[in-house]
Protein backbone atom coordinates (compact mmCIF):
# COMPACT_ATOMS: atom_id res chain seq x y z
CA UNK A 1 0.00 0.00 0.00
CA UNK A 2 2.47 2.50 0.96
CA UNK A 3 4.75 1.50 -2.53
CA UNK A 4 1.22 2.51 -4.28
CA UNK A 5 1.05 5.72 -2.56
CA UNK A 6 4.30 6.46 -3.25
CA UNK A 7 4.11 5.55 -7.04
CA UNK A 8 0.86 7.83 -7.05
CA UNK A 9 3.05 10.68 -5.74
CA UNK A 10 5.83 9.93 -8.09
CA UNK A 11 3.46 9.73 -11.51
CA UNK A 12 1.81 13.25 -10.45
CA UNK A 13 5.03 15.04 -9.70
CA UNK A 14 6.19 13.35 -13.16
CA UNK A 15 3.05 14.05 -14.98
CA UNK A 16 4.20 18.03 -13.81
CA UNK A 17 7.35 17.62 -15.44
CA UNK A 18 5.62 17.22 -19.03
CA UNK A 19 2.51 17.60 -20.54
CA UNK A 20 2.79 14.27 -22.52
CA UNK A 21 1.43 11.14 -20.67
CA UNK A 22 3.92 8.72 -21.85
CA UNK A 23 4.66 5.47 -19.17
CA UNK A 24 8.16 5.02 -17.75
CA UNK A 25 10.48 2.88 -20.22
CA UNK A 26 12.03 1.05 -16.96
CA UNK A 27 11.26 1.36 -13.19
CA UNK A 28 13.55 0.85 -10.17
CA UNK A 29 13.04 0.88 -6.90
CA UNK A 30 15.73 0.13 -3.98
CA UNK A 31 15.24 0.44 0.17
CA UNK A 32 16.93 3.68 0.90
CA UNK A 33 18.24 5.60 4.34
CA UNK A 34 18.07 9.77 3.70
CA UNK A 35 21.43 10.29 4.77
CA UNK A 36 22.99 9.27 0.99
CA UNK A 37 20.63 12.05 -0.74
CA UNK A 38 23.83 13.59 -1.45
CA UNK A 39 25.42 10.52 -2.81
CA UNK A 40 22.80 10.10 -5.49
CA UNK A 41 22.48 13.70 -6.48
CA UNK A 42 26.37 13.42 -6.79
CA UNK A 43 25.94 10.59 -9.24
CA UNK A 44 23.19 12.09 -11.25
CA UNK A 45 25.13 15.29 -11.51
CA UNK A 46 27.77 13.35 -12.80
CA UNK A 47 25.67 11.20 -15.55
CA UNK A 48 24.07 14.80 -16.72
CA UNK A 49 27.93 16.04 -17.28
CA UNK A 50 28.55 13.13 -19.03
CA UNK A 51 25.41 12.73 -21.43
CA UNK A 52 25.08 16.72 -21.56
CA UNK A 53 21.84 16.51 -20.04
CA UNK A 54 20.10 19.11 -17.62
CA UNK A 55 19.09 18.62 -13.89
CA UNK A 56 16.58 19.71 -12.63
CA UNK A 57 15.96 19.65 -8.70
CA UNK A 58 13.19 20.60 -6.95
CA UNK A 59 13.40 22.64 -3.74
CA UNK A 60 14.29 19.73 -0.52
CA UNK A 61 12.46 21.42 2.04
CA UNK A 62 9.18 21.26 -0.20
CA UNK A 63 9.85 17.81 -0.90
CA UNK A 64 10.01 17.17 2.63
CA UNK A 65 6.48 18.11 3.41
CA UNK A 66 5.12 15.43 1.02
CA UNK A 67 7.37 13.13 3.04
CA UNK A 68 5.61 13.53 6.29
CA UNK A 69 8.81 15.73 7.40
CA UNK A 70 11.63 13.03 6.08
CA UNK A 71 14.58 14.44 4.10
CA UNK A 72 13.54 13.95 0.75
CA UNK A 73 14.09 14.95 -3.24
CA UNK A 74 13.44 14.66 -6.52
CA UNK A 75 15.87 14.93 -9.27
CA UNK A 76 15.31 14.68 -12.89
CA UNK A 77 17.70 14.36 -15.84
CA UNK A 78 16.63 16.17 -19.10
CA UNK A 79 17.58 15.63 -22.80
CA UNK A 80 16.13 18.26 -24.51
CA UNK A 81 12.98 19.15 -22.92
CA UNK A 82 12.27 15.75 -21.61
CA UNK A 83 12.62 14.74 -18.59
CA UNK A 84 14.39 10.90 -19.33
CA UNK A 85 15.70 10.39 -15.79
CA UNK A 86 14.05 10.62 -12.49
CA UNK A 87 14.87 9.73 -8.87
CA UNK A 88 13.03 10.55 -5.64
CA UNK A 89 12.76 9.25 -2.26
CA UNK A 90 9.21 11.14 -1.57
CA UNK A 91 6.90 9.51 0.09
CA UNK A 92 6.20 7.95 3.37
CA UNK A 93 8.40 4.59 2.82
CA UNK A 94 11.89 4.20 3.11
CA UNK A 95 12.31 3.79 -1.05
CA UNK A 96 14.38 5.45 -3.67
CA UNK A 97 12.83 5.03 -7.06
CA UNK A 98 14.02 5.62 -10.71
CA UNK A 99 11.96 5.93 -13.80
CA UNK A 100 13.94 5.58 -17.33
CA UNK A 101 10.86 7.07 -19.83
CA UNK A 102 11.69 7.26 -23.84
CA UNK A 103 10.35 9.59 -25.46
CA UNK A 104 11.84 8.93 -28.88
CA UNK A 105 13.98 11.45 -28.65
CA UNK A 106 17.29 9.68 -27.11
CA UNK A 107 18.20 6.29 -28.39
CA UNK A 108 16.94 3.33 -26.48
CA UNK A 109 20.33 1.68 -25.98
CA UNK A 110 21.46 5.25 -24.43
CA UNK A 111 18.82 4.87 -22.19
CA UNK A 112 19.66 2.01 -21.16
CA UNK A 113 23.15 2.04 -20.84
CA UNK A 114 22.50 5.46 -18.71
CA UNK A 115 20.22 3.22 -16.01
CA UNK A 116 22.93 0.83 -16.08
CA UNK A 117 25.23 3.30 -15.00
CA UNK A 118 23.24 4.93 -12.07
CA UNK A 119 22.51 1.36 -11.08
CA UNK A 120 26.64 0.40 -10.78
CA UNK A 121 27.37 3.61 -9.22
CA UNK A 122 24.43 3.69 -6.64
CA UNK A 123 25.01 0.11 -5.91
CA UNK A 124 29.11 0.67 -5.49
CA UNK A 125 27.13 3.55 -2.65
CA UNK A 126 25.23 0.67 -0.99
CA UNK A 127 21.85 1.60 -3.07
CA UNK A 128 21.02 -1.95 -4.83
CA UNK A 129 18.56 -1.02 -7.07
CA UNK A 130 16.65 -3.31 -9.05
CA UNK A 131 14.30 -3.57 -12.03
CA UNK A 132 10.75 -3.07 -10.67
CA UNK A 133 7.09 -3.19 -12.50
Known amino acids: M ?3 LL ?3 LSILCSACSSESIEPHMKYSA ?5 K ?5 LILVNIAAERELRVFKKDRE ?3 YLSQGKDAFFTALY ?3 DPVLIVTNIGVTDTLIMTITDYGKMPKEEL ?3 AEAVVGMAFN ?3 DLKASN
Do not use: A, S
Open 2 to 4: KNL
Open 7 to 9: LFV
Open 31 to 35: KFDNY
Open 37 to 41: IEQVE
Open 62 to 64: KMK
Open 79 to 81: FKE
Open 112 to 114: EHM
Open 125 to 127: KGI
